[in-house]
């Protein structure tokens, strides 16, 4: 009796710590979408595009320093905790320090002062001289990232959650105040990347701050950097190509839009900004809640891994991964049928809405990939993750070069999916070797006919309301009614229940 109370204590913290981390971090992407927005309406697409490109071959470098670190710190620290090695807590998070000041600091000198000589990195050589204005974030922002790895592997979730938060706060603050009158993309795409380096030196103070203030100290990192470098590589390598695949699509897109398509410069960055700065931020809405429910599990999944507690980490693994599909079969109806007025009411961009439309079904993979991701690299099946990482990135490559010519942007769009789509099914017939006994498949199929259904409903509905109402209007009725009507047929068809609801408002 005593044992099951605790499990049901211990799901009931699980269930209350997804919901504070998406709580909080669905403020703070509103407050990232709410920039955006108003970033779009002061310096346009193609001011958006420049912004987008300098960030998007900035994550490489940022990827390539720490990416993999911080998940491996946690991961860790949850073995040193299985163990009752307080020491070896410590020695993970300075071992991580340690690792990514090497890393990022002659990379920040070498990018700062040959920024002329890499200018091959940029499709549009306005970027240069935006871009080295960031480099001295890729220290700082790297350093916190090993801190944020720090409160995962410690189940300081309030912690990080309150500061990601605030990070981006001062980002959104900083930024509005900076480019408020800008007219030129050049100046605005600028004044809004010193907004984004003022978050990253608040992030890294204040963290750092609350880290020692708890108790965290460096130690000797000589026991943790062998197994560290040894996980993270993989992991980091994984990451550092999904960073690099964009990069190669901010270079090659714009210039097969222009060579294949006849577009100029300025109108293939716009497009590039359309499809990458607007819609693309629309279909990855879900990040925040996987990667709540990610940040939550991961640890209690790799604890148990080490305990070789076998049925809590089935049990673990089949509940995520029906949560990312529960996510995905909520929002991919709202993004199908109300795609365009969500665009045209946000960026009055007629092209968004229809990218958004086509696109939205890649949702179901999307979701399944980044949870099964996480859920192998917590069960050190980090290579594995990289090479079939690697196999889908060869999918989204070869459709932009081969499609654009036909599609236009919309070769992207072809690619990523066919991307998701192969490695959502990879991972899962991983998880199905490593975990006998669990079962999603048949939760995953029905919630695909629950979408189509929910899908027809929706266009119903909508087709009645668009005549009418206004894109605001739309959104406003449409989207509560189709989430209750697909939240009510999952729970006729016993896939939901209010179970979690009722014990994140128990006391116990």
Known sequence: MKTKKVKTAKK???????????????????????????????????????????????????????????????????????????????????????????????????????????????????????????LPGLVLTSVYAVIRGSFWGNKQFLAYSVIELLEDAVMVIAGVALIYGCKDPVTGAETAIIAVLISYVFSFVVSLAWYFKKGGRFVNPKRQLKPLISSSAPITAMRTSTSLLNSAVAVILPALLMKSCGYTNSEAIALYGVAMGMAVPILFIPNSLIGSIAVVVAPELSENYYKNKKNAVRYDVEK??????????????????????????????????????????????????????????????????????????????ASVAILTKYLGVYSYIVGFGLAQILTAALNLKTLKKMCPGVNYLKYTLRSILVTAVACLFGRLLNGILERYVSDFFQILICAPLLLAFTGGVLYALEMFNFRPFKKLLSKE
């Open 320 to 397: 995520t991964v029906k949560a990312a599909v529960f996510i995905a079969t909520l929002l991919m109806p709202i993004l199908f049928v109300l795609g365009k007025a969500i665009s045209e009411f946000l960026y009055e961009n007629e092209l968004c809405g229809e990218i958004v439309t086509a696109s939205a079904f890649i949702m179901l993979p999307m979701c399944i990939t980044m949870i099964t991701n996480t859920v192998l690299n917590s069960m050190n099946c980090e290579k594995r993750t990289l090479i079939y990482f690697c196999i889908g990135a060869v999918l989204m490559l």
């Open 12 to 134: 009931s913290n699980v269930y209350k710590s997804a919901a504070m981390v998406t709580g909080f971090s669905t403020v703070e992407k509103g407050l990232s979408f709410v920039y955006r927005i108003i970033m779009t309406r002061i310096i346009g697409a193609e001011g958006l595009g420049i912004y987008q490109i300098c960030l998007t071959v900035f994550a490489v470098f940022l990827t390539i320093s720490s990416s993999g670190i911080p998940v491996t710190v946690s991961r860790l620290m949850a073995k040193s905790r299985a163990v009752g090695d307080v020491h070896g807590k410590h020695s993970a998070v300075t071992a991580g320090v340690v690792c990514t000041l090497l890393l990022t600091i002659p990379i920040a000198l070498v990018l700062f002062f040959g920024r002329n000589v890499f200018g091959f990195l940029f499709s549009d050589k306005r970027c240069i001289s935006i871009f080295a204005i960031l």
